[in-house]
């Protein structure tokens, strides 16, 4: 714990003076003007999206509207048309009988009446509403004339100049009703002209309005974003050291017992998955309670210190050296079988401080067994190369076992 308040206790210093050159800034005031420059743009955003909403359904009425008015229109062709045609056969026959558009003049008017009708299905404004009716009185007169001219042809009781005046009168009528459409087409385009230039005027004040919102706002980021690296790095700076702190023995700067159960069962996943051998070693420093008792626990620390670090530079960096406690270490081996981990601890020997030996166990893993399993073998082993006469590695369940000389002190 000490450690970890040495480690944290410079880090909060810059972080306050780097505060303290931004002015002072009070996180409160900086939540407070974000929050209200997010509520104007919200409410500004809202606005212009139901500007937006109405300026699209307007087009889109006045869509419907122009098709149906186009539909309508074409209707109304085919009936000044045939009054066209009708005009010109009363110029050149002195009868009704001989003028078989006659038949189609009926036809006609249903079409046009049928068309009409579905114009009254799109959202008009009251003045539109009024061309509309004024539409529909000038068809209905169209109707009228051209029903007095159906039974007088069916009849043949009409003189033939009374006739021309007939057709002459609805073809009149229909063009006031065509002038009629195409002011309800001309009202509703205006409408929705209006509608778009005030979301023009208004999509330009929200422009801007969100260019000011978008400067402040990502001034306020990047503020926001300095703090929060410069909060993130110390805090996983912290972090990783309180990690390391976790799984690594202080006084060694091995792996503690935690790291080593936290990294047993992805090593063996590992060899299992591989296929590669895997090795566990346990060692003991020969009557290190004697050397503590005699050197003192400061030199005793010294040779712990000294083993651990010379056996770090001498292992690969797959490897891992845990202090198991006390005097007692473990080696983790991937990739290496019995043999070569005997002949990798031989070169241990040599980097002890201070000539102290020590005794290993060493334990393959089978493809069977747990972790705690094979530590247990080694441990075993261990044992017996302790009551071998130590300073000597043995591999559990192997005979005879493997004796190395003693050093002379």
């Known amino acids: 714990m000490g450690q970890l308040n040495e480690f944290m206790r410079p880090q909060a210093r810059p972080a306050r003076s780097w505060c303290n050159q931004l002015g002072g800034i009070r996180p409160s005031a900086v939540v407070i003007l974000a929050a209200a420059l997010m509520v104007g743009g919200v409410a500004l955003a809202i606005k212009s999206m139901a500007v937006q909403d109405e300026m699209r359904a307007n087009y889109e009425e006045a869509l419907a509207l122009s098709q149906r008015a186009l539909e309508t229109q074409h209707s109304s062709v085919v009936l000044l048309n045939l009054q066209a045609s009708i005009a010109r056969r009363l110029t050149q026959t002195p009868s009704l009988s001989s003028t078989p558009e006659l038949g189609s003049l009926e036809s006609a008017m249903v079409g046009l009446t049928a068309k009409l009708a579905q114009m009254e299905s799109v959202r008009l404004s009251t003045e539109e509403k009024t061309r509309l009716v004024e539409m529909k009185r000038a068809l209905a007169e169209v109707g009228r004339v051209n029903e007095l001219l159906l039974g007088a042809s069916r009849q043949n009781d009409i003189a033939l100049d009374t006739a021309r005046q007939f057709v002459a009168l609805s073809q009149q009528r229909s063009e006031i009703f065509e002038n009629l459409l195409s002011d309800l087409v001309s009202a509703v385009s205006q409408r929705t002209f209006e509608s778009a230039r005030r979301a023009d005027h208004l999509n330009l004040v929200a422009r801007y309005a969100l260019i000011a919102f978008s400067i402040v706002t990502f001034a306020l980021a990047l503020l926001s974003v300095g703090l929060t690296l410069r909060t993130l790095r110390e805090n996983r700076a912290v972090l990783a050291r309180m990690k390391q702190l976790a799984r690594e023995d202080a006084l060694t700067g091995a792996v503690n017992r935690r790291g080593l159960e936290d990294a047993l069962p992805i090593e063996f996943s590992r060899a299992q998955r591989s296929g590669e051998p895997l090795t566990l070693v346990m060692i003991d420093l020969d009557h290190f309670k004697r050397y503590n008792d005699r050197r ?113 002190a």
């Open 296 to 408: 003192g626990h400061p030199a005793g620390d010294a040779v712990l210190r000294g083993a651990a670090q010379g056996w770090l530079k001498l292992l690969r960096p797959t490897d891992m050296l845990v202090r198991y406690g006390g005097e007692e270490f473990t080696l983790v081996l991937p990739g290496v079988d019995a043999d070569h981990a005997a002949q990798m601890i031989d070169r241990l020997r040599a980097v002890v401080p201070d000539r102290q030996t020590f005794s290993a166990g060493i334990a393959s893993w089978n493809g069977t067994e747990t972790g705690t399993e094979v530590l247990q073998r080694a441990d075993q082993a261990l044992l017996q190369a302790k009551k071998a006469g130590r300073n000597r590695s043995m591999v559990a369940g192997r005979e005879p076992q493997v004796t190395l000389p003693l050093m002379v």
